[in-house]
Structure formats: C-alpha cells, structure tokens
C-alpha cells in the first residue's frame, strides 16, 4: 500500500511537472508571436503576454488571445506556420 501512495504521488509530482512545462513553452510561444503579429499590421500587447493554446489535433496552428492598450476587448487570432511563412487570421 505504502508503495503504491508513492507510486501515485510521483505520478501526480511528473504529471505536475510536465503541465508547468508545457505553460511555460506555451509562454514563450506567445512573447515570440506577438512581434510577428505586429509585422502583420494587427494589434499585440506584450504586457501581459499573449494567452497561446494550442489545438490538439490537425495542422500545427495557434490560437493567440492579444490584449491592447485601451481596449478592454483583447483580439484573438489564429496563427499558422505555412511552409515557413505565418499566416494570421483575425477572429
């Protein structure tokens, strides 16, 4: 029994570990999506940082929620690597 409590909680602390992991490459993601975003000619805050999510099935795509100065709002945009050119759509 005592095995097992251990075996679940090293499961719960690796499980945890790889959630904190993903947050932060998701975090990364966002701070390095937001300039290309701008490139584009759509509106990206930096401060705070874009919330990024990423679709678990289909082709390699972002969903990137962008905050603005002044609007309260926020802008979302669906982000795409096409071939090694970006393609943003607004939503």
Do not use: K
């Amino acid at each position: 029994m005592e095995r097992e409590y251990r075996e679940r909680a090293e499961e719960r602390v690796e499980a945890e570990r790889r959630r904190h992991e993903n947050e932060e490459r998701l975090s990364r993601i966002g701070r390095e999506l937001a300039p290309v975003i701008r490139a584009y000619g759509y509106v990206c805050d930096d401060d705070p940082p874009p919330a990024v999510y990423e679709p678990l099935f289909g082709e390699p795509r972002y969903e990137v929620q962008c905050s603005a100065s002044g609007n309260s709002f926020g802008y979302s945009y669906t982000v795409s690597d096409r071939g090694g050119r970006w393609e943003i759509e607004p939503e």
